[in-house]
C-alpha cells in the first residue's frame, strides 16, 4: 500500500509559476515510477508527466512540454512537479499517482495508487 499527498495547488495569474509536491508512504519508492494527471471540471482526467523510478527518464503530454518539469528525490520519497508560464487552461485538479514497476507510464489505468488531488486555478 502506498498513501499520496499533493500539496502546493493554488491560485496563480497567467504566466506564474507552482510547484507541486506528492509525499509517498512506505518503502522503496524508487520501485514506483511516478504519474501526474489532471482534471477540468467536465472532462475526463489526462495525462501531464511521467517519471521512471530512477528519475533519469521522464515524459510529458505535448500542452505542457516545455513549460512544465517533473522530477523525484527518492531519498524523500517524494515527486514534484514544477509548472511555469501557467495559462488559464491548465486549471484543474492535479492528481498524483503510482505504478508498481520503474518503466513510464501514459495511461490512467497503469497506475496502481492515487493521491487525493490539489486545486490548480490560473487566472486570465
Known amino acids: 500500500q502506498v498513501d499520496l499527498v499533493e500539496s502546493g495547488g493554488g491560485l496563480v495569474q497567467a504566466g506564474g509559476s507552482l510547484r507541486l509536491s506528492c509525499a509517498a508512504s512506505?518503502?522503496?519508492?524508487?520501485?514506483?515510477?511516478m504519474g501526474w494527471f489532471r482534471q477540468a471540471p467536465g472532462k475526463e482526467r489526462e495525462f501531464v508527466s511521467t517519471?521512471?523510478?530512477?528519475?533519469?527518464?521522464?515524459a510529458y503530454a505535448d500542452s505542457v512540454k516545455g513549460r512544465f518539469t517533473v522530477s523525484r528525490d527518492n531519498a524523500k520519497n517524494t515527486v514534484y512537479l514544477q509548472m511555469n508560464s501557467l495559462k488559464p487552461e491548465d486549471t484543474a485538479v492535479y492528481f498524483c499517482?503510482?505504478?508498481?514497476?520503474?518503466?513510464?507510464?501514459?495511461?490512467?489505468?497503469?497506475?496502481?495508487?492515487w493521491g487525493q488531488g490539489t486545486q490548480v486555478t490560473v487566472s486570465s
Open positions: 517519471i521512471s523510478g530512477s528519475g533519469y527518464n521522464t
Open positions: 512506505g518503502r522503496a519508492f524508487n520501485g514506483y515510477a
Open positions: 499517482a503510482a505504478r508498481q514497476g520503474t518503466t513510464r507510464a501514459f495511461r490512467t489505468y497503469d497506475y496502481n495508487y
